[in-house]
């Protein structure tokens, strides 16, 4: 076997470079920055500043006041974006999940309320319907419970333009209906949002991982049955490529994969064929396994928390959406 480093000892000696800090630094392949986190924050539409959820220890649901205040200390960390993601109250939900499209709900108040508080931050919106549905899925349905694809789509291009025009920088479909990137591409062109930015949750497995999520936004004993016909199978990497190929012809300008850490050589494969920009989102039950174990006193859990991150830009991601943004960036001195 030739290698491209012939490697005899002692001529060299790998523990050189690892001897003390400043050599470590020096020769460090990646680092993680502020720039590098996008704050992924819960919302809610009630008076009550912050409510604790309990599945995702030292997360908070915070209004709408709270979450313009929020975005003022993302831009003082160097957090560069927030992607909300809200609560409403149940009384609201139906099967169609028509809040979604009521142009004074809660998403777009609390964009509204972040953009006067912070214009330099981006806000990324979530496009599904999952915390508006009775049922919560993140479409609509028919009467065996199968989610429509079309249909689906002709309401998620509403969402996207209701988004776009309270201000939302970046428009998010984390549905995962075929064509939808299309579908919302071409509405955001012809309703004057040229410049909204897509960024698709393209590969998206069918996790368990998504477990603590539920509880925050409220859609915890809403789910009937799960989402596998419409988000991917985690036995599969090929498929990943067919959906991210096809959501850039369809007009997306970074892609996202998702959950993060289990599927870290999916990040690799995207980001290596397709270099553009790929983000990882270290999603709900991430957060809430190392809040877990720290909690117990199992793992140091802010080491934890940064090997994590950093683990995601070895991995070729650009960024990572994090419940721990504002903890990391407060560490790494934004
Ligand atoms: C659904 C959506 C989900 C998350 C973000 N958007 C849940 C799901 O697909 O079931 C999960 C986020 C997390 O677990 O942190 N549109």
Redesign the pocket.
């Known amino acids: 076997m030739t290698t491209p480093f012939p490697q005899t000892f002692p001529a060299t000696r790998l523990r050189r470079l690892r001897q003390s800090g400043w050599i470590r630094n020096l020769t460090a392949e990646s680092v993680l920055t502020p720039a590098d986190l996008i704050w ?1 924050m819960v919302v809610h539409d009630g008076d009550e500043a912050r409510i604790p959820v309990s599945a995702m220890p030292g997360l908070e649901r915070l209004n709408v006041k709270e979450a313009a205040a929020a975005a003022k200390r993302a831009a003082k960390l160097g957090i560069p974006a927030i992607a909300i ?1 809200p609560h409403i109250n149940p009384d609201r939900k139906d099967e169609d999940g028509s809040e979604s499209l009521n142009p004074d709900g809660l998403i777009p108040t609390v964009i509204k309320a972040m953009k006067d508080a912070a214009p330099e931050v981006g806000i990324i919106c ?1 496009v ?1 319907l ?1 915390p508006f549905t009775s049922h919560g899925h ?1 479409g609509l349905i028919d009467e065996t419970g199968y989610v429509l694809n079309d249909e689906t789509s002709a309401v998620l291009l509403e969402q996207a333009l209701l988004q776009a025009d309270a201000g939302a920088d970046i428009v998010a479909p ?2 995962m209906m075929d064509g939808r990137i299309g579908a919302i591409r071409s509405a955001l062109e012809e309703n004057g949002f040229s410049n909204t930015m897509i960024l698709s949750y393209a590969a ?1 497995y069918a996790s368990g ?2 477990g ?2 539920r509880e925050a936004i409220g859609s915890a004993t809403a789910l009937i049955g799960d ?1 596998k016909t419409y ?1 991917q199978n985690p036995a599969n990497t090929d498929e990943a490529l067919r959906e991210v190929a096809m959501d850039i012809q369809e007009g997306a300008d970074m892609v996202m994969v998702k959950p993060g850490l289990p599927y870290l050589d999916i990040v690799r494969r995207v980001s290596e064929t397709f270099a553009l920009p790929t983000f990882a ?1 270290q ?3 991430e957060y809430a396994m190392i809040q877990a174990a720290a909690q117990n006193g199992w793992i140091d859990g802010e080491r934890v928390m940064m090997e994590t991150l950093l683990s995601f830009k070895r991995a070729g991601a650009s960024g990572v959406i994090t419940y721990f943004a504002e903890t990391a960036a407060q560490k790494l001195g934004g």
């Open positions: 992924s993601f979530d599904a999952d993140d984390s549905d998206k991982f998504y603590p999520y989402k988000q989102f999603v709900s039950g």
